[in-house]
């Protein structure tokens, strides 16, 4: 704590390494546009809406533990209740000026903020410092793991510096005393509609649905007319070094490249072509982002050589359609490596690939059971907790 006018709590090493990549994981498999230029945000909202709802669940440990703290420090205990839980990245360009976190009048409800960092000033980013206005640390420098809490009014005016190079990843949590802006209730409301809560049963349920495209293009003011910027699911790809290429070429010609990311995809690595069906741009997204975050270094190597994984080598007319899908859907190819240039790329093993596949499919269901598990209690309870 600095001082009784400026309250505020500093927690090292809170979150372990690898919960903070498996959020980064979530993040860059699942974000749309954010509410500042060069911003791009995860809400447990949308994770529900396109169908990720068991991605809440690496969420909900921090929740609660973070709640604590807060309530403990401020004492305040059994008064809160969570406002907002979202994944905030911030990318180069990005920055904010001196402001508090209550500063407009349909955010008076907030009395409390949470920052968690993800990653680390220096090494994935540069920029991005976070700078209060009064009282002591005038400056924290974020670093992965890391939480910085403080109050939500004018005690804790900051600001934060222009992001210069990579991507600022942070989970942000903000709380209130005012029952009626629970973030629970509001989310229990969406689940307990949605087919998680459903006795019907389905193949693979939890595969993810993509939401309106108008959330996925950058700069979000081009994005009626689509004459430049990017697609930022397909500008994520491409800083790893992929491209995707339609299962059905003939009919591509008749088809918006907004369509065509609903339909089932390959993913293509130079000239090499994955031959295994994703549903849809969300599907394949999570997976590749899913082996970047595992890494090819952490999976046991398969015996199976590459004739059983089905890799090919991309054909002539596949070679032009997936030139024709990426320029519609990359206008501006060099605007998403600035605006994802810390994306690090590493070398692709194939073997490990479809490796991942399998991995993905067993981390996934699993989620999704455990949510489905666990959602009658949180209804009847109209409150989400883990234990």
């Not at 339909?263 to 994703?278: A, C, I, Q, S």
């Not at 490796?355 to 999704?368: F, G, H, I, P, R």
Request: hydrophobic residues 35%; aromatic residues 12%; negative net charge.
């Amino acid at each position: 704590m600095a001082d009784s006018e400026h309250p505020r709590l500093i927690l090292h090493d809170f979150l372990s390494l690898d919960l903070c990549k498996e959020l980064e994981f979530i993040h860059k498999s699942c974000s749309t546009i954010g509410y500042r230029e060069n911003v791009f945000s995860t809400t447990l909202s949308h994770l529900i809406a396109t169908n990720s709802p068991h991605l809440i669940l690496p969420f909900l440990p921090i929740r609660e533990k973070l709640k604590e703290k807060v309530e403990e420090f401020f004492g305040c205990e059994y008064e809160l209740f969570i406002e907002f839980t979202g994944l905030i990245s911030w990318c180069k360009g990005a920055s904010i000026g001196w402001h508090s976190d209550d500063n407009r009048p349909y955010l008076k409800q907030r009395d409390y903020a949470a920052v968690c960092y993800l990653n680390s000033y220096g090494v994935d980013f540069n920029g991005g410092l976070f700078h209060f206005q009064d009282g002591n640390p005038a400056t924290f420098i974020p670093m992965a793991g890391d939480v910085l809490i403080y109050t939500a009014d004018t005690r804790n005016v900051h600001s934060v510096e222009e992001i210069t190079n990579g991507e600022r990843l942070t989970l942000t949590l903000w709380f209130t005393r005012d029952k009626s802006h629970d973030e629970d209730v509001k989310l229990i409301s969406s689940l307990s509609k949605h087919p998680c809560n459903s006795s019907d049963t389905y193949s693979k349920p939890y595969l993810p649905f993509p939401a309106s495209q108008n959330m996925y293009w950058f700069p979000p003011e081009e994005s009626l007319k689509y004459q430049s910027g990017f697609d930022i699911r397909c500008g994520r790809l491409h800083v790893l070094g992929y491209q995707i290429c339609y299962k059905d070429a003939r009919v591509k010609s008749s088809m918006d490249f907004s369509d065509i990311l609903l339909e089932p995809l390959h993913l293509v690595r130079g000239n090499d072509l994955f031959d295994k069906e994703f549903s849809n741009i969300l599907h394949l997204l999570q997976v590749v982002q899913f082996y970047h975050w595992k890494g090819p270094t952490e999976l046991k190597r398969s015996e199976f050589k590459m004739e059983a994984m089905n890799v090919v080598q991309v054909s002539m007319s596949q070679r032009e359609e997936i030139r024709l899908l990426k320029v519609e859907s990359l206008k501006d190819e060099d605007l998403a490596e600035v605006i994802f240039n810390g994306g690090g790329s590493v070398e692709n093993d194939w073997v490990s690939f479809c490796d991942v596949v399998d991995l993905w499919e067993a981390y996934t269901s699993n989620l999704w059971d455990n949510l489905v598990f666990r959602l009658p209690d949180w209804i009847a309870n109209q409150s989400i907790f883990y234990e």
